[in-house]
């Protein structure tokens, strides 16, 4: 099942420049004739606006831990799992990408599709808010995986707790279909296989990862 893929405006670009100190990049004159790109649809930022300010000011207070700040991935657990709400923002071009996550159990015992709570205790299979870095990959029992490590006190046991990407069944949009959710996790970040190696690819690591809600 092909994902859809969003683009949003340069409101989101001008914001984040401006953050930053990034300015727009315009393509390079070449010869020969041009070929004129399909409109992207024009649509809402993703993500509440207030959290992507929230996010951008975990960038700042971590930026000296991370490799790279071109890109940032946003957690946005205000929404159902049936939604897509986790979004990688492209700070240079302005773009941005939405896909499926699943949250932890620990956070949505009732499995109703929405997370209630996060938590950062061991054992406790629930999602962690706050500011991650993004490690190494790896394989283990669900496949290549990226590790993250969490840089604030709401998730800092998150290296601990072995709280990483990996792409899960349950996080298939075929649950939607069947169940109206996705299953859940132990607290990890779960996606689609389908959208796993865009994830990894995307959120290299040494970049940050903002999980929270409105």
């Not at 996550?101 to 061991?122: C, E, I, M, Y």
Request: aromatic content about 6%; glycine content about 10%.
């Amino acid at each position: 099942m092909m994902k859809r893929r969003h683009f949003i405006t340069a409101g989101l670009l001008s914001v984040t420049s401006a953050a930053y100190g990034l300015g727009s990049r315009s393509q390079a004159a070449s010869g020969g004739p041009k070929r004129i790109a399909a409109r992207p649809k024009i649509i809402t930022p993703a993500g509440p606006p207030s959290l992507i300010e929230r996010a951008k000011a975990a960038m700042a207070t971590h930026q000296s831990s991370l490799l790279h700040t071109d890109r940032i991935g946003i957690a946005d657990y205000s929404l159902h799992s049936a939604k897509e709400r986790f979004h990688i923002l492209d700070l240079a071009s302005g773009t941005s990408q939405s896909f499926l996550v699943a949250h932890g159990k620990g956070s949505d015992l009732r499995h109703t599709g929405w997370l209630q709570k996060f938590s950062n205790v061991p054992g406790s299979e629930a999602t962690s808010g706050g500011s991650y870095i993004t490690s190494e990959t790896y394989t283990g029992k669900h496949g290549t995986s990226r590790r993250l490590i969490g840089l604030d006190p709401s998730n800092d046991m998150a290296a601990a707790r072995a709280i990483v990407i990996h792409g899960a069944w349950y996080a298939e949009p075929e649950m939607i279909s069947a169940h109206g959710k996705l299953g859940r996790s132990q607290g990890c970040f779960a996606f689609s296989e389908n959208d796993l190696a865009t994830i990894l690819d995307r959120l290299g690591e040494g970049r940050l990862l903002y999980a929270d809600r409105v």
